[in-house]
C-alpha cells in the first residue's frame, strides 16, 4: 500500500474519531449545562421564595409588637434615658409583656427580637433577657444604619455570637422622635429547614470565618454550632440534627477532593454556579448560591446537592457511542484498505475517494460529495440515490436536477445556515437537523444528513461529503406515539390527557392576568339507546359524526376534546359564558342537522360555566356538570349556563 493510502487512511480514522468524540462532547456539555443551570435556578427560586416570605413575616412581627401592644413604645421611650434601676424595672415590664409572644414568635421561625436604643446600646433581647447594656457599634451595622437614617434595613449580617438574616425597624415615641430600633431575625438553620423539609433540596449554611470574633467560636453565648466545612476552608459550617458532620464534613471531604480546586476557584468570584461530581457511581450536583452582607460582600453561601441521574446517565451515554463510533471506524477502515487492495491500479487521490464512496452503493445511506457552490452541486453520489430521491446518478452529475432543488422550501433556509455554521466550525464534521426533502415523484421524505467538511491546503471549504439517510419512518413512529399520546383513538380529537394539559395552562393564565375563561361539557342524548339499538358500531359512528361536526364548526381559538365516553368538552380561551353559550348554541345547531343513515336524528345537550375566581379545576367542572345535569332535566337538546 502507498504511503499516501495510508496517510489518507490514517486521516480518515482520526477525523471520524475526532468528529465523533467533539460531537458526543458537544452535547454532552450542553445536557450537563442545562441540569447544571436548572439546579441552580431550583435553589435560587426557593431561596427567594424564603427572603420574601421572611420578609413579610418580620414586617408582622414588628407591626403586631408595636401596633398591637401599646406598652412597647412608652416602655422604650421612658428607658431611653432612666436610670438603670429605672431601666431594669423597665425591662422586666417589657420582658413579661413579651416572653409569650416570642415563643410564639420562635415556633414561626424567628430568631432573635432585639430592642436596641438609639446610641446602639442593647436594651432588651428576648431570646436572652440576662444579656443587655453592651454597645454594638462597630458590631452591628444595621442598628447603626437605621439609628442614622431612621429607616429599617434588611440583610444578613453578623452579630457578636451569631450571623442572621435580620430585619431592623426604626422605633418611634408619641412625639415621633427616634428613639431606637427593633431587630427580628432568622438563622440560617430555618432556610436550611425549609429547602430540606418544604422544597426537598438537601442544602447546608457556610459563613466565612472572618465575619466572627475570634473568640465567638467557642463563646458560651454561641447560639449556633459550627465546624469547618469540606467545601472550603475559609467557611465554616452550621451543623446540626439534620446536618451532622460524619455527612455534611467527613463524607463531603472524600466526595468533593477531585473538584475542590475548582470549587475555591469559583467561590473566589463571588458568583453563583454549579459544579458536579462523581463519587461512589452516582453523580451530585453541588450548587452554590452567595450571600452578600449589608455592604454587598459575599460572607456566606447556601450550598445544595442533588443526586442526577441525568448527567449519571449522559455520560454513561457519551462513552457508549465513542466505543461504538470508534469500533465504526475500524470497520469503515477495514473496508477501505480492502478495496485499496483489489484496486492497486488507482492513480490519484480523488480515485481512491470514488472507490471508498462506492462502498455505500448497496446501503441504504446514500453518499453524496457536493461542490461549495450556490447550489451544491453534486461531484460524486452513490447510485442507490435513485432509491431515495428518484432521481439518478447522471441526473445530478449531468446537473439536470441539483440537490438544494431537492430540499423543501420551509425547510432549505435553514440548511443553508447550518452550513454556513459547519464552514466555521474546527471540527471537520457537523450533523443538520433533520430536514424534509422532494423526490421526483413529489413524495416528502425525512433525511438525517451527517457531513464532513473538505479543505484545501489553503484551509478553503472546496467539498462536502455527507451520509444521507431516510428517516421517514423513524419520524412517522414519533408522529405516531405523540398521537397516542393527545389523540382520541376513535374520533381522531383532543383526548383528556391533552385537554387536562391546556387547561391547566390556561387556567394559570386566567388567574394571572384576570382574562375570561369558559367551558362547556357536551353529551350525546340517549347515546346509550343507539347502542342497545343498534350495536356499538353504529354507536361509534355516531360519536365520530358528533366530534367531527364539532371540529369542524368550533372556533380556531377553542380547543375541543373527547373527555369520555359520549362526553365532550370545549374549552373557550378569553371567552365570557354569554359568548361562549352563543356558541354553544349554534354547534348545537350544527349537531341536530346531522342525521345518521341508519341510528337517525342526533342531538346534544350542553352544560356550560364561567371561570370564577377561587375556581379550582375540579369546582369548575363540577359547576358545569351541574349545568348539563339541568339541560338534561329542562328536555335535551339545549344548552344551560351555570
Known sequence: MKI???????????AINVSTYYLTQVNQSKIIDIALKENLNTLDTHYKVLLESQKNLATAVYKSTIQVMSKVIPIMAEAKDSSKERQAELR??????????????????VLQCHFVFSNNVSFYRAHKPSKFGDDLTGVRLDFEYVNTTQKPIRGFTQGRTTHGFRNAFPLFDKNNEHIGVMEVSFSSESFQKYLNDISKIHSHFLVNKKIFETNAWSGEDLILHYTQSSENENYMLNVGKAHKKEICVDDNSIKLQAIKKEINTKMLQDKAFSTYTQYDGDIEIISFLPIHDLNNKVVAWIVSYTKSNLIKSTLSNTLVVR????????LIIYYMVKQIYDKQNLENKTDEQNVLLSL??????VLFK?????????????????????YTESDFLDKKIEYAQCIHSDDLQRVIEEVKL?????????????YRIITKQNEIKWIKDVCIVIKNANNDVTHYVGQVSDITQMKDKQDTTENKAYIDGLTGVNNRNKFDEIFEEELKSTKRYNSPLSIAII???KFKNFNDTFGHLIGDEVLITMAQTVKKSVRESDVFARWGGEEFTVLFKNTSASTAEEVSQKLKDKIQENEHPTAGKITASFGVTEYKEGDTLESIFNRCDDALYLAKENGRNRVEVL
Open 360 to 365: 455505500f452503493d448497496e446501503g441504504d445511506s
Open 523 to 525: 353529551d350525546i342524548d
Open 422 to 434: 459547519g464552514n466555521t466550525n474546527t471540527s471537520v464534521a457537523f450533523e443538520h437537523k433533520p
Open 323 to 330: 466505543v461504538v463510533g470508534f469500533l465504526l471506524s475500524l
Open 370 to 390: 457536493w461542490n461549495n457552490d450556490i447550489n451544491w452541486s453534486v461531484n460524486y453520489v452513490s447510485n442507490n440515490v435513485e432509491k431515495l430521491l428518484g
Open 4 to 14: 499516501k493510502s495510508i496517510i489518507l487512511l490514517a486521516l480518515i480514522f482520526i
Open 92 to 109: 422586666d415590664e417589657l420582658h413579661k409583656l413579651l416572653a409569650l409572644k416570642y415563643k410564639i414568635f420562635r415556633e414561626t421561625g
